[in-house]
């Protein structure tokens, strides 16, 4: 519904509503006085009605005594004829004692008759209560001198249409003799009615309660029933017409129709001066909201629709210049984000990731520089990478962001360290105080980000607070003296972006460390020997050097168990372990085989080499015996332990990684053979091979595979991988 057909409607309604209103309670006023004519047109009709037929069987009363006191059958007859001559009755009966008709006059009127004495209507001796009564009669004793009853005498009046005519002239309304059936319904005797009511007033006089008068269908009649009751056996229907106020109806209606027209100009005029100007309001709207944001309105006038007009070309040149920014910065943004999904989702280089999250949070809250740091192993924060710091930081980071260090506590930097709380503002006059080594900046944003607790934090039962673990800061946003909440929020969104990168980076490299080394020892496992192992394989061939592989293990390990537990055992394998790298160089690998077997790879080592290692690795085994609880608590036991171990070189006993692993176990059950506590060298040595033995076409080395072609001076791929 358009507003201008609201204003319409609610004028019409002020105006309208309370002359419908007057009118309305005008024609109640006018209806309810012509029901209320009819009523009491009624009431003088029935009490006109009920005198009358009271009036008639008195009369009947009179003559029947009058006949009754004659005391001869002759003289009876003859009054009778009197009476009927005088017009007192219709017919006279006499019966005697027995019911016998001793005296009828001739032509009576047809039965049945009603009696007129009693209120119910009682018809007199052989009338049917089912029909119409054709008659009403008075009836009196017939007595003799002694007193003995001799019969009755009974005078009836005829109920014909001359009757019905009389009552009707009496009563000044329409009168019906009504004729019940036996199942109690109404049927029309004698009336006065005009021929075309007669049935609509007949229904009318069905429908009445007792309690109020009836209407006709049309309602051009008001019908009352009356009778039977005391002194009025019969039973009549009374109807009057309803005095119709036409003119007083049509002028209420003209009056109605005069003002609803007046009123219905007049809104609509008033609809159309006020509804113009917002239409046009409203079309400039509709077609900002399409997206022409040129759309302008006409300004004029100064009352509220004129103003409204002004507001809104303001607000569409403030929505158009916002949008335009808007646009512009994010299509910027978009490309960042681009860069930032490729980045985290292809690589686990974290300089790379850290790179990205912070230029990306530069572009979205429109900073000139930033800057990430994260905790070392204590609480000091070191610079990961910066953006537009070459003229912001001090002298005393001479050597960019790599020495960028903040303390907790010290600066605004170490103050959000220290605290955790992320913190937003401008930087005059000193305050809030730089430290040292902050970058220097007019305005900034510094969030803190925390890494998860580690499985191993998880065990020891860490505390559920977190250290801070970086920092995330943006400098001088681009035309604005400082950054607001909405700037902070978005930092906040990224640093949780550093601190999920750095979780999934530490998480990387944690799971490669623990597939590739041995929970107990910590050395390297026996998948890692076997890469390993190629490796080493593939760089001896390629380089023509040599390559010892030592395998070594435990004498009587089983004994030791047996004797002092699986407890004790454990931790004779952990010293060994660390017995055996403290007997081998940096660059040579330990790795636990299975059990209590190890292997020792010495690259570009020949067998004169391997022998003295084997020969160094079995004194520091040996002369130290190895120091566990006892079974009893706060005892000690000290367990002597020796080593067997089997020493093949490459290419000497060798010509691939598992046959050189093999030769070198088999040289290590030649020592356990020997006595234990001893090294023997592979039997006797190979002829000596190419640089690079041929293979199956289509295998290729895994080195190679890999993508590692290692050249002499490069680091060894033996050495621990990232993390260790």
Known sequence: ??????????????????????????????????????????????????????????????????????????SRAAAAEQVLGAGLGSAVQVNDATGLVTLSTPQPPAQPWVACAGSDGEPAAGAAVSGGYAALAAQVELRAHSGAALGTVTVAAAVDRDFVARLAAASGAAVTQLRLDAAGGAGAGHS????????????????YTGDRDASTADGQRYVRRVGPGDGQPLHLLLSVPRASPAGTYAALVGVVVLTAGLAVALAAWLARNTT?????????????????????????GSDEVGRLAATFNRMTRETQAYVQALTASRDQLRGHLEILGDTLSSTHD????????????????????????????????????????????????????????????????????????????RVAGGVPALSPTEPRCRSYVAVPFALRATVGDEAAGAAPARRTAGLLAVYDRLGAEEFDDADLSTLRTFAGQAAVAVDNVRAHEEAHRLSLTDPLTGLWNYRYLQEAAHREVERATRFDRTLTALALDIDRFKRINDTYGHRAGDAVLVEFARRLRLGVREVDAVFRQGGEEFVVLLPETDRAGGEVVAQRLGALIRDTPVTVAGRTPGSAVRIPVTTSVGIAVFPAHAASTGELLDVADRALYAAKSGGRDTYRLAGAARPAVPARPRRPAGEEPAAAAAGGRGAPGEPHPATPPPGR
């Not at 201008?4 to 002020?14: E, M």
């Not at 006065?192 to 429908?207: D, F, M, N, S």
């Not at 537009?388 to 907790?408: F, I, K, M």
């Open 1 to 74: 519904m358009s507003l201008r057909t609201r204003l319409t409607t609610a004028f019409l309604a002020v105006v309208l509503g309370p002359v419908l209103l007057g009118a309305l309670v005008a024609a109640a006023t006018v209806g309810a006085v012509a029901s209320q004519r009819g009523t009491e047109q009624l009431d003088r009709a029935t009490g006109a009605v009920v005198t009358s037929v009271r009036a008639m069987c008195r009369q009947l009363y009179a003559a029947a005594s009058a006949v009754a006191i004659v005391p001869d059958a002759d």
């Open 350 to 425: 974290l300089d790379r990731i850290l790179r990205v999250i912070l230029q990306t949070a530069m572009a979205a809250t429109s900073a000139q520089a930033g800057v990430v740091l994260l905790a070392d192993d204590g609480d000091t924060l070191l610079g990961k990478c910066g953006e537009g710091l070459a003229t912001r930081l001090p002298e005393a980071v001479a050597d960019g962001v790599a020495g960028l260090r903040v303390s907790p506590g010290a600066g605004v930097l170490g103050v959000v360290a220290a605290t955790g709380v992320p913190r937003r503002g």
């Open 192 to 207: 006065t009615e005009p021929t075309g009511a007669r049935r609509g007033v007949l229904a009318a006089g069905e429908r």
């Open 276 to 300: 113009r100007p917002l239409a046009t309001l409203a079309a400039a709207a509709d077609r900002f909201a399409d997206g022409d944001l040129a759309a302008r309105v006409p300004a004029g």
